[in-house]
């Protein structure tokens, strides 16, 4: 099933990778429709569009091989659709991974990464949390905040954050710290991108 569920994604990669972003999102909604994979997230079916279920629900089954559950937020409410896919997966996935690391580095259990999704208008806003130790301790997080030139200050550490924060910064928006997290909570990071969303196909479906 992971086989089959990896040979779609390509497809769909391949899709994105050659500015065939309408193919892709048809794709990927056929994929939502039908199915038969069952994607290890919790509450994934708060997100309508096909591009962040199939993304979450693929990096669901990533962080689950390490021991590490991805759940979505009970506050999660996306009106419309993603239509920059490239730039939602780089930052949203790169914040995810990172999350990953510091739960499985944490030594709290059970192991766990939560992401919290909303539209601003026309911007994408997301929230990912985790059971790691926090900035402070054994996290590989990378602190940016709105004090911080995230890009800049990174230390070796914090995977892609560099690259996520000049891309949520291009766009309008930003990438910053929350929580630095402590002793009893793992890092809080946030992430704004601007003109993600199109929220002209929900008003659509909501005419018709």
Known sequence: ????????????????????VREARTF????????????????LDLLGDPFLHSFLGAKGVEAGERGV????????QLLGTVREAEDVA????????????????GERRPRWVEVAVL???????????????????????APPSREQDAAGDVHGHGIGLPLSTEIARRSGGDLWVIDPGG???GAVFAARIGGAIDRARHDEKENT
């Open 90 to 105: 780089t930052v949203l996935g790169n914040l995810i991974d990172n999350a990953v690391a510091a739960a499985v580095a």
């Open 1 to 20: 099933q992971r086989h089959e569920f990896a040979n779609r994604m390509h497809v769909a990669a391949g899709l994105i990778d050659a500015d065939r």
């Open 183 to 185: 002793p009893d909570s």
């Open 69 to 76: 559950a991805l759940r979505i937020a009970d506050d999660t």
């Open 28 to 43: 990927l909604g056929e994929l939502v429709e039908r199915g038969p994979v069952v994607f290890p997230v919790v509450g």
């Open 119 to 141: 539209d601003d208008g026309d911007a994408l806003v997301f929230t990912v949390s985790d059971s790691g130790s926090g900035l402070g301790g054994s996290d590989p997080w």
